[in-house]
């Protein structure tokens, strides 16, 4: 779990400020591990990470120096071309529904019923070059 | 089994068998409706839930593929660069619609005569005008009366508000001095009979949990019902049965459980839409119609037509709170409607403003075109996309071709056994032409409106939403598979009444025109009742 913790917070970082958490951080290697489509995917996944850390002279994907995680995952391109882009879908799809990271992009954490959302009436006055046209359809 | 029979036995609870049924419920005949989905239940709409974005995927999906209810029968689009979007259920594909709901206009149904190209159709604007107007009020249409657009019509509602979304576009169209008008919605804007009003949930496209959006489950239905009209849920029409006169006799059907029964019926009437009708058409030939029923023109499935869709998104630099309000429902443009030869193409298109994407469906489209990174830079990335799209679908004209068409798929088959459809679709060199000057144009409006970048996605791969022209109506029994009012010319008590009678697509969204000619049709039946198979 470590490691795929730590593979998330290379897709998704902290933000710089901090007020982001990484992926890996907010909670996520445990909730896409418990999806029993991904598990297959991921477990093949990590292996190939911890293979290519310890071609690096590094014991396992978690103990690689703070820079080398990056590169190392975009090696998994070559031996397994749906790896990485599969993760980084999942992980872009499950970091946007964390309601802590919702709410401090301001967006909403509710789903949208049943409360909705006001929108503010039109002026139609928007509308005047429009109705000062002629028809324009064909007749017949 | 045999089920007693029935006067008039209507197959597919949609948008147009939900109109036909309340139409004909006045005659006091005995009216069945046989549905192979089910009722939905709007409290479990994603929209109702957390993960409401996730599960147009899965199991509200727009590709009957994709969702893979029980409910749904699969369909071979492998050969159509436009795969098919439904629902099927109580509502049909109105469940999942998003109810832009303009008419045709009255140079659609004359395109041989004016352009040269198509067919005329054996109706024309003022038939349907009556059946256009019956039909808003029932579904409750919001808009604005006086669109230059169109001939003069009275809307029953307040349009829909643009929101800041919608005023920015059109400050786009105003801009360029370009027609734009509030779209005329199938959305109740109040209160109207019984419904209650939409809150600006979003997304339609997932069905609607507060019942505003006129699906025709929560429209027709109810009404029809009361009125004494019977309407069976998962009931799969298999074949329709004819007799040595080659009138229809009725149907056999599988219930949920999978078992057969035969139900007889006086009229058969088919509202399984552009594909549906004619899969089951083709499924039901006989010795008497070896090549389908009611085929003797060798039209039935030719001449599909889809609409190709372009969509334009342009990125702005202000939020614009863009996935509150209907997502479809808005602002159209008419500007480049009808023919000018000037542009290299006949016919026309026009535009349909969409709404924004939620958070996860903006981090997905960011990643799928390349505008979201992982690592360095991920947050400023999604900061400036995040509630800053917005986009423009050009809806084109559609010409019909007999090469586009719906066959039996010689292999798949639905979970009752039912042979597939297949689909066989290529856009034409004229919609090609017409995509490419509908998305420049989309362009030009968003980038006039202050978006500082547009996305194209042409033909737009999901669109495969109007079905239409597979059993196309006319005149002439070698050149249509129904008569001007929709009955089959080879099959004197078989009607049809969904997308599959365009006889042209228009460039406009169907479902306003299906339920009209429904309407239409159920009138016709009713004035001729007594002399209905001469
Ligand atoms: C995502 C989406 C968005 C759309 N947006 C718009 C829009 O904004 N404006 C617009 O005008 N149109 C829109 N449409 C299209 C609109 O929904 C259709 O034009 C309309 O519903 C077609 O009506 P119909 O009666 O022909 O068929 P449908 O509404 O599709 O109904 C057919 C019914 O027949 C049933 N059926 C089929 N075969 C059988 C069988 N063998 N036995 C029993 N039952 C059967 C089906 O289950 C289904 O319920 C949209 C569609 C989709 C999918």
Not at chain 2, 129 to 157: I, T
Request: one cysteine or more; charged letters at 25%.
């Amino acid at each position: 779990m470590r490691a795929l913790a730590c593979a998330l917070d290379e897709i998704v970082p902290p933000s710089s400020d901090g007020r982001l958490p990484g992926a890996g951080e907010a909670g996520l290697a445990e909730a896409l591990a418990a999806q029993p489509d991904l598990r297959p995917a991921l477990l093949e996944g990590l292996a190939l990470l911890d293979e290519l850390a310890r071609g690096r002279g590094a014991g396992g994907f978690v103990d690689l120096a703070p820079g080398d995680h990056r590169a190392v995952l975009e090696e998994t391109v070559e031996r397994a071309p749906g790896f990485l882009p599969g993760i980084t879908a999942q992980t872009f799809v499950a970091y946007y529904q964390v309601p802590r990271v919702r709410e401090t992009l301001d967006l909403q954490t509710r789903p949208p019923y049943p409360e909705g959302y006001a929108v503010e009436p039109t002026d139609f006055s928007i509308l005047d070059p429009v109705r000062a046209r002629e028809r324009f359809y064909r007749e017949r | 089994m045999a089920d007693e029979p029935v006067d008039v036995l209507i197959i597919g609870a949609g948008a147009s068998g939900a109109a036909v049924a309340w139409s004909l419920a006045d005659t006091r005949m005995d009216i069945l409706c046989l549905e192979q989905g089910d009722w939905m239940n709007p409290a479990e709409y994603p929209s109702t839930g957390d993960d409401w974005e996730l599960r147009s995927q899965t199991d509200f999906a727009l590709s009957p593929n994709a969702r893979g209810r029980v409910t749904d029968y699969p369909v071979n689009d492998t050969e159509s660069p436009i795969s098919i979007s439904n629902f099927n259920a109580v509502g049909g594909s109105t469940v999942l619609y998003a109810g832009h709901f303009p008419r045709l206009k009255p140079s659609d149904f004359r395109t041989r005569s004016l352009d040269g190209v198509g067919d005329d159709w054996p109706i024309d604007y003022a038939t349907l005008e009556p059946y256009w107007a019956e039909n808003d009020r029932m579904m409750g249409v919001a808009g604005l009366a006086g669109d230059p657009a169109y001939p003069p019509k009275e809307v029953p509602l307040p349009p829909v508000p643009l929101g800041k979304l919608g005023e920015t576009v059109a400050r786009g169209f105003n801009e360029l001095g370009w027609h734009w008008w509030p779209s005329d919605s199938a959305i109740a804007t109040r209160e109207y009979q019984g419904r209650a009003p939409c809150i600006n949930l979003g997304p339609c496209l997932t069905g609607c949990a507060q019942g505003a959006k006129g699906s025709t489950d929560v429209t027709y239905w109810p009404l029809a019902e009361r009125n004494g009209v019977r309407l069976a849920t998962r009931c799969r029409v298999r074949e329709i049965l004819v007799g040595d006169d080659d009138m229809a006799k009725g149907v056999i059907y599988h219930d949920a459980e999978g078992r057969e029964h035969r139900q007889l019926a006086e009229i058969v009437i088919l509202a399984c839409n552009g594909v549906g009708t004619p899969r089951l058409l083709l499924n039901s030939a006989s010795s008497r119609f070896p090549d389908g029923l009611a085929n003797r023109s060798g039209l039935v499935g030719k001449n599909l037509m889809f609409h190709p869709y372009g969509m334009v998104l342009g990125l702005f630099d202000e939020r614009l709170n863009g996935h509150q309000g209907p997502v479809g429902c808005g602002i159209w443009s008419h500007q480049f409607y009808e023919t000018d030869p000037g542009r290299g193409f006949v016919r026309g298109y026009s535009f349909e403003m969409t709404r924004g994407f939620g958070p996860v469906t903006t981090a997905l489209w960011g990643f799928l075109n390349g505008r979201l990174p992982r690592g360095a830079g991920h947050h400023e990335a999604y900061a400036a996309l995040s509630d800053r799209l917005a986009g423009l679908l050009a809806i084109c004209e559609d010409l019909p071709e007999p090469e586009n068409r719906v066959t039996l798929d010689p292999e798949l088959k639905d979970s009752d056994g039912i042979p597939a459809p297949r689909i066989r679709y290529r856009l034409s060199e004229n919609s090609q032409r017409m995509l490419e000057h509908g998305t420049a144009r989309a362009s030009e409006v968003l980038k006039a409106a202050g978006a500082r970048e547009t996305f194209v996605e042409a033909p737009l791969g999901m669109a495969g939403w109007h079905l239409m022209g597979t059993c196309r109506m006319g005149r002439d029994p070698e050149r249509s598979v129904v008569n001007e009012w929709g009955r089959s010319h080879d099959v004197k008590n078989l009607f049809i009444v969904d997308g599959s009678l365009f006889v042209t697509s228009g460039g406009v969204n169907p479902t306003s025109t299906i339920q009209a000619l429904a309407l239409y049709v159920a009138d016709r039946i009713k004035k001729n009742l007594g002399n209905l198979f001469d």
